[in-house]
């Protein structure tokens, strides 16, 4: 519950099905809210609802691809439906585009591509989840970004980012650069929204080549999913605090 209410607090959670975004849903399942599951592959969505009930969380399924307006507008309908509105929302679902992605030799449609799931995805189902956010006592929007997006970090002399993911990166900066401005827009209401890193986590995004585990991963999602009424808001967070822009 967020501020003691009586009522449990209602949480989507995109690409939920697997990785950090099953331990997203699962962390804040085991808070006692109820969590909207969003995958696109209802196999594995189903799969991952059961799991989360049999460890008692109230967990549902979201059918939904970030990608399409008519699965984004079914689901927050569906959402609407069947919980009665939304509290919290992780837009945490997120590709790649596979690697090599030097800037030299990336194919634009994979640049392309990234940037309709990591960018245009997360306004797509922020955009239509807003109605039901503003309706919240204390709505939260968390967007799961990278450090490798940081472009302090990118250009700080002796910091190794690894490879040079052109298309992933530079989608992240995006998606850092839209978190700002939606803070801005959004600084009269009550929704807080922030970006936040999980860390060089072991998940299929990377080959599982991670050193953290999703659980880890998961753990900046949750504290910022669960920031007091007073919290930051247009902010970057790993788990050891502030990320520079």
């Known amino acids: 519950m967020i501020n003691g209410m009586s009522e449990p607090t209602i949480a989507l959670v995109t690409g939920a099905n697997k990785g950090i975004g099953y331990e997203i ?7 006692g809210w109820r969590i909207g599951v969003g995958a696109r592959d209802r196999q594995r969505r189903d799969t991952a609802v059961e799991k989360l009930r049999a460890a008692g969380t109230d967990a ?51 640049v392309r591509a990234v940037v309709e799931t990591n960018v245009i995805g997360v306004i797509r189902v922020t955009n239509a989840m807003l109605p039901m956010l503003r309706g919240s006592a204390s709505p939260r929007i968390v967007n799961m970004s990278s ?21 992933y990166s530079a989608s992240k900066t995006f998606l850092n650069a839209v978190t700002i401005h939606y803070a801005k827009e959004l600084s009269d209401t009550n929704i807080l929204i922030n970006s936040g890193c999980p860390g060089f986590t072991a998940t299929d ?3 599982f080549r991670g050193v953290r585990t999703p659980q880890q991963g998961a753990a900046i999602a949750i504290h910022l999913a669960t920031l ?14 502030t990320v520079p822009w």
């Open 147 to 167: 450090s490798v997006g940081s472009l302090a970090l990118q250009t700080t002399p002796g910091i190794d980012m690894g490879p040079v993911p052109a298309a």
């Open 60 to 110: 549902f399924g979201v059918p939904l691809d970030v990608d399409d307006d008519a699965s984004v507008l079914a689901a927050a309908q569906l959402i609407a439906d069947h919980a009665g509105g939304l509290d919290v929302l992780v837009n945490n679902a997120a590709i790649t585009g596979g690697m090599p992605q030097t800037p030299t030799t990336v194919d634009p449609a994979t």
């Open 25 to 31: 849903a699962a962390g804040l399942g085991a808070l």
């Open 228 to 241: 007091p009424d007073d919290g930051p808001t247009g902010r970057f967070f790993d788990d050891a605090g």
């Open 205 to 207: 995004l990377n080959g």
